[in-house]
């Protein structure tokens, strides 16, 4: 159980143009998911927290406006990474908890974009 | 939540114990300890979280010191598909994990 799964796995797009990454949780309802993203030997860094049915909670020097995301339902959150430059070539993960009695969360396998 | 501190390499040979030791002296008495690892190019991975006593699954033992300064995550067996990056993480209240740059474990054949 506690499966995320993630689409595309890997994506190539031109520089100006719009990608849109999903995560759904399969087997579980998600109430809470997250998107974070990771530069090649770093670290995962957080960038928004999305609760199902409002609006996402940007870490601070992330653009709201750059990184759309949806959180449509208890099993889908999507980001899109709007108008996007090589600088935004990075692998993104999303996750997402199962309930409320830990903090644990679950992983989806990760997204790898290059910006052309 | 706590800062953790974690040595940046280990290595393990193939079927020993790997013990991955974490320090997180400031922690405070209400933040678990949790425990991931990465694989190359994956998601992390959830393996094991404890808050005082020592806790076992089927992937890992946690041991935490009885001052809960420090904790030890034990991979009994270590095989090759151990090799990731661990992350210790101190937490509550919140679900947001703050990731540090956690131990890359080699496990050699």
Redesign the interface.
């Known amino acids: 159980g506690a499966v995320v799964s993630q689409h595309p796995s890997r994506v190539i797009c031109k520089s100006g143009t719009s990608v849109k990454i999903e995560c759904r949780s399969l087997d579980f309802q998600a109430t809470t998911m997250f998107w974070y993203r990771q530069f090649p030997k770093q670290s995962l860094m957080l960038m928004a927290t999305s609760n199902e049915g409002s609006k996402a909670t940007y870490e601070q020097g992330v653009e709201k406006d750059k990184f759309l995301i949806n959180h449509a339902s208890l099993t889908l959150s999507t980001l899109t990474v709007t108008s996007a430059h090589p600088e935004d070539s990075s692998f993104y993960i999303c996750s997402a908890t199962v309930g409320q009695a830990s903090y644990e969360q679950y992983f989806g396998p990760g997204t790898r974009l290059t910006v052309t | 939540d706590a800062k953790t501190t974690q040595p940046p390499s280990m290595d393990c040979a193939e079927g020993r114990a790997a013990n991955l030791p974490c320090n997180h002296s400031t922690i405070s008495g209400n933040e678990?300890v949790?425990w991931y690892r990465?694989i190359h190019?994956?998601?992390?991975?959830?393996i094991i979280?404890g808050l005082k006593n020592n806790e076992t699954n089927e992937m890992a033992s946690l041991i935490i010191t009885e001052d809960r300064k420090s904790s030890t995550l034990i991979l009994p067996h270590a095989t090759l598909r151990d090799t990731a990056v661990y992350?210790c993480i101190a937490?509550a209240g919140?679900?947001?994990?703050?990731?540090?740059?956690?131990t890359k474990l080699s496990v050699i054949p």
């Open positions: 678990y949790y990465q190019s994956q998601g992390p991975q959830y979280h992350y937490l919140s679900y947001q994990l703050t990731f540090g740059k956690g």
